[in-house]
């Protein structure tokens, strides 16, 4: 039993006009103030008084901004969901645009609401835990070995690490267009929120389980909770998701001797890449330091570092889908009810939920 169960629930109120939310409509929409105010006819220095909270809008402008941000007007009369603050900020340190992360931190936002308010209506029942027992979360490995016991996942590859997530009730969605250098974000689960992990659609299929694997460790050694800094949090996902993919005792002597030729066979099967194979074998101890150094050169060589030979099939999650299937057919929801019910366009819902959308609609 890899699937969540879905159970029905009920709906919740607004608030009032809301600044904050506002600015993070426009954030979205990676419109600066001076493009919003071209688009809606509004002037900037209106826009720039209603963010902080200066003046109010007219009803006729309220109208004309949010179809410029691709909201619906009550989307600027809902709570500001505050700062996700306990996501990795290493992204920041990399060299992107500061529009086009604020953007990105502004769709993040909006995933989180809008998961929210999917969930109003579907409850989701886990069949595989998540918590750990205290003691193991300062040591990364033993809690990717006890993930694999309580999970009963068997010895070898994970076939399909998506689905035993899911099973755990995590929420994946891809997203085209993530920022350069962004494999994934993960939306942590405070205040009894299920954690959604926001994956890159464009990366490779092993890649894209490493980064699964990765968030999981975030999450399972809860990270969010700031016990550790940031570097440390880092390392200890890496190790994390090194054993719980490739397991230690399973693949110390498999790897001992490992050539280019060898790693890339086992891709296949263990469907992570050849680097990380190789990584693996250095920190299991099953090559020398020099001999890692000699294969990452040949590696370099080959040109394997831009890009690995042997395709690994990219794992497609379905629970998110399911969540707004339930929507489309138990509770007839359309495309565009849908949306409102977000509180957001029909494109704006498609340039976030596009990927798992069972609605085949292409927006205009
Ligand atoms: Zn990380």
């Avoid at 929801?333 to 819902?349: D, E, G, I, Q, V």
Wanted: overall charge positive; charged content about 20%; hydrophobic content about 40%.
């Amino acid at each position: 039993m890899l699937q969540a169960q879905l159970i029905a629930s009920k709906d919740a109120p607004l608030d009032s006009f809301s600044p904050q939310m506002f600015c993070l409509a426009r954030d979205a929409s990676g419109l600066t103030q001076k493009a919003a105010s071209q688009i809606s006819g509004v002037s900037q220095g209106k826009i720039s008084k209603i963010e902080n909270g200066l003046q109010s809008p007219s009803e006729e402008q309220l109208q004309a901004l949010a179809s410029a941000f691709h909201v619906q007007v009550s989307f600027f009369y809902r709570s500001y969901p505050g700062q996700l603050d306990s996501v990795p900020k290493l992204y920041r340190k990399r060299n992107l645009g500061k529009k086009r992360l604020s953007t990105f931190q502004a769709h993040e936002l909006m995933v989180r609401q809008s998961v929210e308010k999917l969930l109003e209506a579907v409850e989701l029942q886990p069949g595989l835990p998540l918590t750990l027992d205290e003691h193991l979360r300062p040591d990364p490995e033993k809690a990717a070995e006890r993930i694999r016991i309580l999970w009963g996942i068997p010895p070898g590859p994970i076939p399909n690490l998506t689905q035993y997530l899911e099973a755990a009730g995590i929420l994946i969605l891809p997203m085209r267009d993530m920022p350069d250098g962004i494999d994934a974000v993960f939306l942590p689960p405070v205040l009894g929120f299920t954690a959604v992990f926001i994956v890159n659609q464009s990366v490779p299929g092993d890649r894209l389980r490493w980064t699964l694997a990765h968030e999981l460790g975030h999450y399972v050694l809860r990270h969010y909770e700031g016990r550790v800094d940031e570097e440390t949090a880092e390392n200890e996902a890496n190790s994390f998701a090194s054993e719980l993919l490739m397991p230690k005792a399973q693949l110390k002597s498999i790897l001992r001797n490992v050539t280019l030729a060898k790693a890339a066979q086992l891709k296949s099967r263990w469907r992570v890449s050849v680097a990380a194979l190789i990584r693996r074998a250095r920190d299991t101890g099953a090559i020398t330091n020099g001999r890692y150094t000699s294969l990452m050169c040949e590696l370099s060589r080959k040109g394997w570092r831009k890009s690995e030979p042997i395709d690994i099939p990219v794992e497609a999650p379905s629970l998110l889908e399911a969540v707004i299937r339930y929507h489309s057919n138990e509770l007839s929801y359309s495309s565009s009810s849908l949306a409102k019910l977000l509180h957001l366009t029909p494109l704006k819902f498609y340039e976030l939920f596009g990927e798992v959308s069972p609605y085949r609609f292409v927006p205009l």
